[in-house]
């Protein structure tokens, strides 16, 4: 009896530092999603859009500059000993750019924040914007979107150990923290005043926050939450249901209709060839939940 139960504590012992052994330098942590299990997209050679003076600037130059996040787990990632980007919403640049003609492994990522994406749009530093960028009727008057390509929504990210917050209704006398010229941020300003809010350029300075008890809770869309959560579970939760819809757009110069309907093209056209649901499953898959059913594309008039 005595002799089994050491054998087993010897297993243990055994099986623990091989564990241990893996998670250091074995195998070093995958930065970015598995290469080999991201779709291929063909580059249309023959796509021309000459109605579109962006497509037209970019077709000259040989490649789109699209603004991104850089610190948004399996979304927007930069990894910064390679500066290379990887994440669902890069996937997304990706497969529009291949549509449109011009080659993906040529696009330069430009790391924007969310309150600069409409000036970014509008003064032509950036030929389209993917990422986590929710189309809504008062963004629609300074830049245009395609899609939507994701469907998301407003989640709160506590510290494991919170038992307090369990949703909005508890956020009285709280300190929450957001991105500025968010639409999180902007909900709770109008619709929980009784919040303290603090207000960074990223979500990744706000998590930092929680982390060092500098605020008591993060706000902003559950796939943006969810992500961060995966990559430190015994440090951070997610908390209570969505309470909002944030449906995600690639943001376009306002009135560069040919450039938005070309882009809804190519995004319909990859939701049916599969590359989609690929690329999620390579990407924000990863974060734990399976891929929904794409949202339907919104092509509104032209404007
Ligand atoms: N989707 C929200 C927004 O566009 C929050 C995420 C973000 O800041 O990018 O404001």
Redesign the pocket.
Known sequence: MARTRRVLAALTLLLAAGAAACGKEGSPPVKGPQPEKLPHYQVDTAFRLDSSPTWRRAAKRGHFTVGA?EDQPYLGEKDPSSGLYSGFDIEIARMISAALGLDPDRIVFRTIA?ANRETALQNGQIDYYV????INDNRKKLVGFAGPYYL?GQSLLVRANETDIKGPQDLAGKRICS?AG???YQRIQQEYPRAVLVAYDTYSICVDNLLTYQVDAVT??DA?LIGYAAKAPDELKVVGRPFSE?PYGIGVPRHDNALRFAIDDALEANERNGNWKKAYDATLGLSGVPAPKPPPIDRYPAS
Request: proline fraction near 7%; charge should be negative.
């Open positions: 996040k969310s990422g986590t960028y929710t998301a991105a968010s639409t999180p902003t869309d943006i944030e």
